[in-house]
C-alpha cells in the first residue's frame, strides 16, 4: 500500500491501539493487538470494541480514492453483527468489502478473526457517503 493514501486512525482508534494493514479499492484492514485493556469484565474482548472494528473496515472499504488530496467520508446508516467465537489469539483482524451501492450509498460486510484463523464475528452495513464540501 502506498504511504501516502494511508487513513490514520481517529482518535480513539488510535488510543485503543488500531493498526491500517491495507487499504484500496472495496478492501479495508485494521489489525488490533489484544490488550487487557480492551476487555470485559469476563476479561474477553469488548463487543463494543469488535463492532467498532467492523464498522470501520466497513466505511473505508467504500472509501478508497487514491488521491489524499480528495478523502472521501461515509457514515454508517445501519449495521448488524453477529458475534460468533471468543478470541483465542493475541491480535485481532478486521476485513472490510464493499458488495454495491450507487452514487449515495454503498453496501459492505466484514469479518473479524483472530491471528489462529478463528472467526469472530462477521458483520454487514449501508453506509452513506458524506460530501466532500
Same mark, same amino acid.
Not at 487487557?36 to 463494543?48: A, C, D, F, M
Not at 470494541?49 to 472509501?63: E, F, H, I, N, P
Not at 453483527?81 to 476485513?95: K, S
Given at each position: 500500500?502506498?504511504?501516502?493514501?494511508?487513513?490514520?486512525?481517529?482518535?480513539?482508534?488510535?488510543?485503543?491501539?488500531?493498526?491500517?494493514?491495507?487499504?484500496?479499492?472495496?478492501?479495508?484492514?485494521?489489525?488490533?493487538?489484544?490488550?487487557?485493556?480492551?476487555?470485559?469484565?469476563? /476479561?474477553?474482548?469488548?463487543?463494543?470494541?469488535? +463492532?467498532?472494528?467492523? =464498522?470501520?473496515?466497513?466505511? @473505508?472499504?467504500?472509501?478508497? !480514492? %487514491?488521491?489524499?488530496?480528495?478523502?472521501?467520508?461515509?457514515?454508517?446508516?445501519?449495521?448488524?453483527?453477529?458475534?460468533?467465537?471468543?478470541?483465542?489469539?493475541?491480535?485481532?483482524?478486521?476485513?472490510?468489502?464493499?458488495?454495491?451501492? /450507487?452514487?449515495?450509498?454503498?453496501?459492505?460486510? +466484514?469479518?473479524?478473526? =483472530?491471528?489462529?484463523?478463528? @472467526?469472530?464475528?462477521?458483520? !454487514? %452495513?449501508?453506509?452513506?457517503?458524506?460530501?466532500?464540501?
Amino acid at each position: 500500500m502506498d504511504p501516502r493514501l494511508k487513513e490514520d486512525p481517529y482518535p480513539l482508534q488510535a488510543h485503543m491501539g488500531f493498526e491500517m494493514v491495507d487499504w484500496r479499492d472495496g478492501y479495508a484492514r485494521y489489525d488490533l493487538p489484544i490488550a487487557s485493556y480492551l476487555g470485559n469484565r469476563s /476479561g474477553i474482548v469488548h463487543g463494543g470494541v469488535q +463492532a467498532m472494528m467492523l =464498522d470501520t473496515v466497513m466505511g @473505508l472499504s467504500g472509501c478508497f !480514492t %487514491g488521491d489524499p488530496d480528495a478523502p472521501q467520508h461515509a457514515v454508517t446508516l445501519s449495521m448488524t453483527t453477529n458475534f460468533l467465537a471468543q478470541t483465542g489469539g493475541d491480535r485481532l483482524i478486521a476485513e472490510g468489502f464493499k458488495t454495491g451501492g /450507487g452514487r449515495k450509498t454503498f453496501f459492505a460486510r +466484514a469479518q473479524l478473526t =483472530d491471528n489462529t484463523g478463528e @472467526l469472530i464475528a462477521t458483520s !454487514t %452495513g449501508v453506509f452513506r457517503y458524506r460530501s466532500r464540501e
